[in-house]
């Protein structure tokens, strides 16, 4: 009777161990980095450590060999992972890493596209699918129509000039055009962004799927007059698409106020266990900006 007991005893407390470590094991995920007009030294760490400081995710980075150098042996084993994190806007990836990153994606991947990663590979077709939208290097009329908030829907614009662009940095706000989506639920509808670039006049196949956010680019700030769609998700087969246009990576870590924004964090961590997951299990945090006033991690944690 008694060595029952103890059996019984030991087997529950293995089911449980079992069970809590299922239940607390991290998203593992992967930044593709190395070379980007952006300072990816350091945006790439901010990454790491907002979305690991979460206890959701665990990452690997992968740093691309520098700008010019030979690609060839680059590659990444996608099917390690759940979720992607663009950070790299650069020399093309070699055909099979290419290959490869579509299967991930069309497989039901799950991607972050951060910044200037939506700069990245004008000429790669799926990619600009991937992205939705997309600016510089090269990119003109023929990469796609504008896309624009106006009148309460969004607008395609096809007319030729200028692809992708910014004004002055400065503190905006953002525009809640989905409050239902996993991501957005609870967040508020306006929120105050700390000083950043705001992407304007972006284009590409604009297969947006849920728009998130906009923000009023203000031509008293050399911005183009339009409700620019600033974070949205993207729709490509199976996988979930997180593009989030903020995040202009400043000089250091400690001087990142864009990153170190509590509104681009907690967006980072929701869209991230989005795109891995489909779901999202995060409260909406206390320390989230008002519409008012700013509000920063510096250390990167809640
Ligand atoms: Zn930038």
Redesign the pocket.
């Known amino acids: 009777m008694r060595s029952s007991i103890i059996r019984l005893f030991a087997v529950t407390a293995f089911a449980f161990a079992l069970l809590s470590c299922g239940a607390n094991r991290p998203i593992q995920g992967i930044i593709i980095t190395g070379q980007n007009n952006?300072n990816w030294p350091v945006s790439h760490q901010a990454l790491k450590m907002t979305l690991e400081n979460s206890g959701l995710f665990s990452l690997e980075v992968a740093v691309s060999p520098a700008a010019g150098e030979d690609m060839t042996a680059f590659n990444v084993d996608f099917s390690k992972y759940k979720l992607v994190v663009l950070d790299y806007n650069g020399d093309s990836w070699p055909k099979a890493m290419n290959d490869a990153f579509l299967d991930f994606v069309r497989g039901g991947g799950g991607v972050v596209v951060y910044?200037?990663a939506d700069n990245s590979f004008p000429n790669w077709k799926e990619y600009n699918d991937i992205i939705a939208l997309g600016g510089w290097e090269g990119r003109t009329e023929k990469s796609g129509p504008y896309l624009y908030w106006k009148d309460g829907g969004l607008v395609s614009d096809a007319s030729a000039g200028v692809s992708g662009s910014h004004g002055f940095r400065h503190e905006f706000v953002l525009d809640a055009r989905n409050t239902t989506h996993p991501i957005t639920k609870g967040l508020p509808e306006h929120w105050k962004h700390g000083t950043d670039?705001l992407y304007d006049r972006m284009r590409g196949p604009g297969n947006v799927k849920d728009l998130l956010y906009t923000a009023y680019s203000s031509p008293e700030k050399r911005g183009s007059g339009r409700e620019e769609p600033l974070i949205f998700t993207v729709e490509y087969g199976k996988g979930r698409i997180f593009h989030i246009m903020l995040g202009?990576c400043g000089d250091t870590l400690e001087d990142n106020p864009a990153m170190q924004c509590a509104g681009f964090q907690t967006l980072l961590l929701r869209g991230a266990e989005w795109c891995a997951t489909g779901k999202v299990t995060q409260k909406v945090p206390a320390d989230f900006p008002t519409e008012e006033e700013a509000s920063f991690r510096k250390d990167y944690r809640e």
């Open positions: 952006h910044h200037a670039e202009h």
